[in-house]
């Protein structure tokens, strides 16, 4: 059988690596790690974790949760991996992400239909099917190749990266563990015992530690932020004036946020709404939330606090939130660029660049945001690279699938405004004949057509490999 070249070893890239081995297809998956390392990655491990260790959601309640489900159902590769590492973060699926990508990179190595080489890919390779799976860091050589295929459509946008503390050096005597609107707190702060009550609920769901701020402990932090002094862009970043720095809203540095007014921060990551301070019996004025990084507890992540603040500030600020006062910083903030395409211009649902027969982008290029909406995409561009060479007609999940909804927004956004989307339900299509007022329920009722309808293109995808 011809191989399919897949370029780019990080979530997309892996995902489309493993849906073409597992059905038979022999694959070369290029990864320039580590001969050429990027800004924020730090190993050579494939499906690196660079952001944050959180795959959000696995409610079935929530687009995110039923998002995973589907993946499992198409035979994903990194979510058994995930939930083997996970670690606690409420209702999230968050994991360690050494052990994590550890196993990803082995379990990609040791297949028999892989090979894994290990070098950059500065020309775009002749060989079809091709996936280019590059991400959001694709280097300059590439990024340009890209833009000649795509009619110089490819945009940028800048994401940030939130710090991660070391657990023993935080002064735990100043948090508290909850998450929010009473899921799981316990009555007696960090240490205490959750009362018979709430022992189930702090089991499953009081995962977050929380640094309580008073008014005047939030408006000396804001002001401190406003004036705080900003990394330099790196010298990649450079060229592209300050004006056309777009941030994805839901990584917007928490110093743009700051600068937006005093109460911003109030109304985003530092929102005090659902929590209750178990020692004051009140609702702090402003709060800080970290989440489990590891499966130990030594490493905690500052959840919404990406950041583009120079390191020394970093140090110095975020010392100034209760408990992190003598906080070491295992992992600083980072501010770098992403690259995406504006798909609905170039693009089919497929994944498949419409020019040029035989391409296809994956995960964050595509302009999807967060990794498993990544990884989804790589799923689909992978299942088509292979239905290509076999010479089978495209597959795309229905609309009303998770997965399906986001194939459709990358070819169906407006072309003038488009942006990285999440998985949300406000992609899929409405619930036919039925007025459902619940939200819970009518998110269930969702989850349950997405789920029918992933399963039976599964069945039918898989059929057409026979």
Known sequence: METITVVGGGFAGVEAAWACAQRGAKVHLYEMRPKRQTPVHRTANLAELVCSNSFKSTLLTNASGVLKEEMRRLGSLILPIAQRHAVPAGEALAVDRERFACDVTAAIESHPNITVIREEVTQLPEARPLILATGPLTSDALAQELKQLTDNTALSFYDAVAPTVLGESLDWSRLFRASRRGRGARQEGVGGEATAEC????????????????????????????????????????????????????????????????????????????????????????????????????????????????????????????????????????????????????????????????????????????????????????????????????????????????????????????????????????????????????????????????????????????
């Open 199 to 466: 022992a189930t609920e702090t089991a499953i769901s009081a995962d977050y530690l929380n640094c309580p701020l008073t008014k005047e402990e939030y408006m000396a932090f804001w002001e401190a932020l406003c004036h705080a002094e900003l990394a330099p862009l790196h010298d990649f970043e450079q060229a592209e004036p300050a004006q056309k720095m777009v941030f994805f809203e839901m990584c917007v540095p928490i110093e743009e946020l700051a600068r937006r007014g005093p109460r911003t921060l109030l109304y985003g990551p530092m929102k005090p709404i659902g929590l209750i301070d178990p020692r004051t019996g009140k609702r702090p004025y402003a709060v800080v939330q970290l989440r489990q990084e590891n499966r130990e507890g030594t490493l905690w992540g500052m959840v919404g606090f990406q950041t583009r603040l120079k390191w020394g500030e970093q140090k110095r600020i975020f010392r100034m939130i209760p408990g992190l006062e003598n906080a070491e910083f295992v992992r600083y903030g980072v501010m770098h660029r992403n690259t995406y395409v504006n798909a609905p211009l170039v693009l089919t649902a497929h994944a498949e660049l419409r020019k040029h027969p035989g391409i296809f982008l994956a995960g964050q290029i595509t302009g999807v945001e967060g990794y498993l909406e990544s990884a989804a995409i790589g799923m689909i561009a992978g299942i088509n690279a292979l239905r290509w060479l076999k010479g089978l007609p495209p597959a795309v999940p229905p609309k009303i699938t998770v997965l399906g909804a986001l194939c459709h927004y990358l070819v169906e956004a407006d072309t003038k405004h488009f942006a990285p989307m999440n998985a949300n339900w406000g992609l899929m299509p409405e619930l036919q004949g039925l007025t459902v007022r619940d939200k819970r329920e009518k998110a269930r009722l969702k989850a349950e057509r997405a789920l029918e309808a992933i399963s039976a293109f599964a069945q039918q995808i898989e059929a057409d490999w026979q």
